[in-house]
């Protein structure tokens, strides 16, 4: 821990650790974003502007999922509220619902991840290289979107309102 953190009142030595890797994790995304912005705002190349703003849009995704994970980390260990957090585990209390609904989602992006690799495998072989690479970034999207359905489905399956 640096002399700048602060130390979490009531946090086992365990959850400090974890609290102050993922602050210093967040304060070295700030720098990282700052960094792609620059590129993406001096780069003569549209094409590098536009493919490096994608890349600050995830980088800032990530440094909000950060502070939110650090705001959970600090919350269960101090029972104080600090900002935005990842919320408790309570999928639990789902239902043949939320299973089916997450079931429809899981066909949806299969079958999108399926006409994006067409669309791309098209704009590739008529030399579109920029177009075809950015079809494949949102290929890259849809496999997240089926990581998360499939967790949902996971546990869905095994709560007890099956």
């Not at 990530?62 to 101090?78: F, G």
């Not at 299969?110 to 290289?129: C, I, N, P, Y």
């Not at 949102?138 to 998360?148: A, G």
Request: charged letters at 40%.
């Amino acid at each position: 821990m640096t002399e700048t953190e602060e130390r979490q009142r009531g946090a086992s030595e365990w959850e400090q650790e974890l609290y102050s890797a993922l602050r210093a994790h967040e304060r070295e995304e700030e720098d990282v974003i700052a960094a792609y912005s620059e590129l993406a705002k001096t780069s003569p190349s549209a094409t590098v502007r536009y493919l490096v703003s994608i890349i600050v849009e995830d980088e800032r995704r990530h440094h909000r999922m950060l502070d939110e994970l650090a705001n959970t980390i600090r919350s269960d260990a101090t029972l104080e509220e600090g900002g935005p957090r990842v919320p408790y585990f309570d999928v639990r209390f789902a239902d043949k619902s939320l299973l089916e609904a997450t079931r429809r989602f899981i066909a949806l992006e299969r079958r999108d991840r399926e006409e994006l690799h067409r669309l791309s495998r098209r704009l590739d072989a008529m030399g579109s290289e920029v177009d075809a690479f950015v079809l494949e970034l949102l290929v890259s999207d849809t496999d997240r979107h089926l990581r998360i359905l499939r967790f949902l489905e996971r546990i869905t399956r095994r709560s007890p309102l099956r």
